[in-house]
């Protein structure tokens, strides 16, 4: 076997290999954070990524999340179950390519373009209760990552 | 020269076909729960991780953003500790989740996941593969 052809079945497999190593535009934070309680609320979401999104071609959609009371639930079973509707949402979203009702994000503060760092508006004074972000960003190396923040407007804010 | 080649191909199918043996199946409601370990069989002090995939039963369609509304946890064979395994998705393989640990310990190891799917309460506990002791493939 000639050495060139050993050469590229090396470097065929190290880039198997490294194929899940691919950057990829992932949240690193947001703000309110996932599952924050706010007192007031936010006039925007800003979420930061590892990668820059295209934001042209990525979706971010907050809506409100109906979340039924069951008694006697402790905070983390809470936690987990209003993750799960959430989850459930952002499938209908998703399915849906972000065409859903009852949008209360504006759009972003700066369309267009490449960023890290994404602003979402929201309608002013949002009412008491549970929101969720649903999004799907795609990276400048066109890889797509998805995902959702949660977080609640507290009541008497 | 081929030898090294045929051991490269070898290490390279075994990476790419690790995790898709050895997992068992529970149903959930609606869904189906398929749990394992990446790198099957498993033996102690090497890296491996939870291999975890949530479907509907009904269509086999993925289950995305399980992240944190999940808890798994996994429990030592001899029930000394237990040990909450923080989950993330896998980049472009939906409805799929991770979670890396090192087992120190051979033996049979139990893993609970307890929480949501969407509106389905879920609490199974599955038992693993047999754990073997590292020196059982360790050479020389």
């Known amino acids: 076997m000639r050495a060139s052809s050993v050469r590229w079945i090396v470097a065929f497999m190290l880039l198997s290999l490294s194929v899940p190593a691919w950057a990829h535009a992932h949240l690193t934070a947001s703000t309110p954070a996932d599952g924050a309680v706010v007192r007031s609320p936010p006039a925007s979401l800003q979420l930061d990524f590892t990668e820059a999104v295209q934001k042209r071609f990525s979706l971010f959609v907050v809506l409100p999340l109906s979340v039924p009371v069951e008694a006697g639930e402790s905070a983390h079973d809470r936690s987990l179950r209003v993750h799960a509707l959430a989850a459930q949402l952002a499938d209908t979203v998703m399915a849906d390519k972000g065409a859903v009702k009852g949008r209360v994000d504006t759009g972003l503060a700066r369309p267009g373009g490449a960023a890290k760092q994404v602003t979402i508006e929201l309608a002013r004074d949002l009412s008491p209760g549970t929101y969720v972000l649903v999004w799907r960003a795609l990276s400048v190396d066109t890889h797509v990552t998805h995902g959702i923040v949660v977080f609640t407007v507290a009541s008497g804010g | ?140």
Do not use: C, W
């Open chain 2, 1 to 140: 020269m081929k030898r090294v080649i045929a051991l490269l191909v070898t290490v390279v199918l075994a990476a790419l076909v690790s995790g898709a043996s050895a997992h068992e199946l529970k149903t959930a409601g609606p869904y189906d729960v398929l749990l394992g370990f990446v790198n099957e069989p498993p033996v102690t002090d090497t890296l491996n991780g939870l291999d975890l995939i949530v479907r509907s039963s009904a269509d086999e369609k993925p289950v995305d953003n399980l992240e944190k509304s999940l808890d798994v946890t996994i429990v030592a064979p001899d029930d000394s500790s237990s040990r909450s395994l923080p989950l993330s998705a896998v980049d472009g393989s939906p409805g799929h989740y991770t979670s890396p640990f090192i087992l120190s310990q051979p033996g049979v190891y139990a893993l609970r996941v307890h929480g949501y799917i969407g509106s389905t309460q879920v609490d199974v506990t599955f038992r693993s593969d047999e754990v073997a002791p590292a020196s059982s493939i360790t050479f020389p």
